[in-house]
């Protein structure tokens, strides 16, 4: 899973370009230094206004040794079928936010997400893409070392 450049543009990408764009007139019209939930009912009123399909906070499943744990994670919106969009409202995004959209994406078995701050002077927004969970492979563990080598 990679995060790739804010340089992507709407020819290449034109759905995550467009909901960029809806994120953009949010932040431009409520400004920062609100709730994030507010920022995620207006951005569902703008992505609605530009005809974006989207469907709000869904939970997805999480497992364990293919059994289902009781515990889900829920990610803002899901637009156009397949682009994961999670919002924050901070000062500025970290590493832990990128892995949180990381992990929702594989688990979501998803290519393609956003991470969008409303928090920051102007909206700071980061593209995820990879192939979908079902074609990564997991990570062996290391072994320990044998004694004997």
């Known amino acids: 899973m990679a995060q790739i450049g804010d340089g992507t543009d709407r020819r290449r990408d034109p759905e995550t370009y467009a909901i960029i764009g809806a994120a953009m007139m949010v932040h431009r019209t409520l400004g920062r230094g609100l709730l994030e939930l507010v920022h995620q009912e207006a951005l569902g009123i703008e992505l609605g206004s530009r005809r974006i399909p989207f469907v709000r906070e869904i939970e997805i499943p999480i497992y364990y040794k293919g059994a289902p744990l009781a515990v889900r ?9 397949d682009v994961l969009v999670e919002l924050k409202a ?55 070392p044998n004694p004997g080598d």
């Open 73 to 81: 994670y829920r990610a803002d919106f899901i637009c156009f079928h």
């Open 90 to 144: 901070s000062d500025r995004l970290t590493a832990v936010d990128d892995a949180q959209v990381i992990n929702y994406l594989v688990a979501a078995e998803l290519g393609r997400g956003l991470l969008l701050n409303f928090g920051s002077t102007s909206l700071q927004y980061r593209r995820f893409a990879g192939p979908p969970a079902s074609s990564v492979q997991s990570v062996k563990s290391v072994d320990p």
